[in-house]
T-cell receptor, first 111, second 114 residues
Framework: RKEVEQDPGPFNVPEGATVAFNCTYS??????FFWYRQDCRKEPKLLMS???SGNEDGRFTAQLNRASQYISLLIRDSKLSDSATYLC????????????FGPGTRLSVLP | DTEVTQTPKHLVMGMTNKKSLKCEQH?????MYWYKQKAKKPPELMFV???????INESVPSRFSPECPNSSLLNLHLHALQPEDSALYLC?????????????FGPGTRLTVT
């Protein structure tokens, strides 16, 4: 069983749509959770950390459900510029060393 | 400033060459990482340095040799690579505070082995 799982997509949505991605992780002792976005042929960029109480940054909302071991990312009012691969990342180590990546979910926002 | 720099941006090397990739950060981070990424796949961890000591080696072949000269610099020495080693090599850094440490990536070196 993979440690971090995501639906690879692609998710093709029209501009202005709301889209949600889920991610599940297998290690119940995981401590920290993140969403990164990666554009084609570029490096991953931190989108947001995911906190236990959930957190929002503009059009993006992240939620963590420790009991069910999943993380979600909601994007509202999708823009063309949101087209990218979204990577779910889980840190299994208290001291910041073992970042485990999901396979990524590809999003295409269509005009 | 959350910048991690990497040089060179692109590298083409033959299977008998020796080359080095370089990475630098000035965020005061004490953990630095090398990842390998193939097309349409997530980054794959190779090495982790924590406080300038190698803490994780993910069974990487010895033709890849990491080096951490100081807390800001990370090198990856390459020798006798194979064509299947062609990939994007990403460097990253993070704090080591115990919780919620965010990892920041450099732009990568795109390596082609001929």
């Amino acid at each position: 069983r993979k440690e971090v799982e995501q639906d690879p997509g692609p998710f093709n949505v029209p501009e202005g749509a709301t889209v949600a991605f889920n991610c599940t992780y297998s290690n119940s002792a995981s401590q920290s959770f993140f969403w990164y976005r990666q554009d084609c042929r570029k490096e991953p960029k931190l989108l947001m950390s995911v906190y236990s109480s959930g957190n929002e940054d503009g059009r993006f909302t992240a939620q963590l459900n420790r009991a069910s071991q999943y993380i979600s990312l909601l994007i509202r009012d999708s823009k063309l510029s949101d087209s990218a691969t979204y990577l779910c990342v889980v840190n299994d180590n208290n001291y910041g060393q073992n970042f485990v990546f999901g396979p990524g979910t590809r999003l295409s926002v269509l005009p | 400033d959350t910048e991690v720099t990497q040089t060179p941006k692109h590298l083409v090397m033959g299977m008998t060459n020796k080359k080095s990739l370089k990475c630098e950060q000035h965020m005061g981070h004490r953990a630095m990482y090398w990842y390998k990424q193939k097309a349409k796949k997530p980054p794959e961890l190779m090495f982790v340095y924590s406080y300038e000591k190698l803490s994780i080696n993910e069974s990487v072949p010895s033709r890849f040799s990491p080096e951490c000269p100081n807390s800001s610099l990370l090198n990856l020495h390459l020798h006798a690579l194979q064509p299947e080693d062609s990939a994007l090599y990403l460097c990253a850094s993070s704090q080591v505070s115990g919780y919620g440490d965010e990892q920041y990536f450099g732009p990568g070196t795109r390596l082609t082995v001929t």
